[in-house]
């Protein structure tokens, strides 16, 4: 099982970003996927799952209304839009997946298949 994100980078205050995670060695459908976010010197944070069973998502209040999950079953691929960036967005983004949604980043990192981050950069 390997989960390899990409796409992140140095983006300025309002702009957009989609981050990618390719998925190899398990069907989307079956498993949770999460993105973990974490700031520099601060803890790790869930702020984003989309189920496999039916596609739902949850968000954490910080990216609610900016960020959208979603997958595609047939590319194995798992993707973030990230839109409206602010500077407290600045940090490492995981891919993870999980059998549900609603794991704590500890909880996960127990529990679920993480892939290295991707750094994602908003300068004000």
């Known amino acids: 099982v390997q989960l390899q994100a990409s796409g992140g980078g140095v983006v300025q205050s309002g702009d957009s970003l989609k981050l990618s995670c390719l998925v190899s060695g398990m069907t989307l459908n079956g498993y949770a996927f999460n993105w973990i976010f974490q700031a520099p010197g601060k803890e790790r944070e869930t702020i984003s799952c989309?189920?496999?069973?039916?596609?739902?998502?949850n968000y954490a209040d910080s990216v609610k209304g900016r960020f959208t999950i979603s997958k595609d079953n047939a590319e194995n691929m798992v993707y973030l839009q990230m839109d409206d960036l602010k500077p407290e967005d600045t940090g490492v983004y995981f891919c993870v997946a999980t059998l549900r949604c609603g794991l704590s980043p500890k909880q996960a990192y127990v529990e679920g298949y993480w892939g290295k981050g991707t750094l994602v950069t908003v300068s004000s």
């Open positions: 989309i189920r496999g069973t039916d596609g739902s998502a």
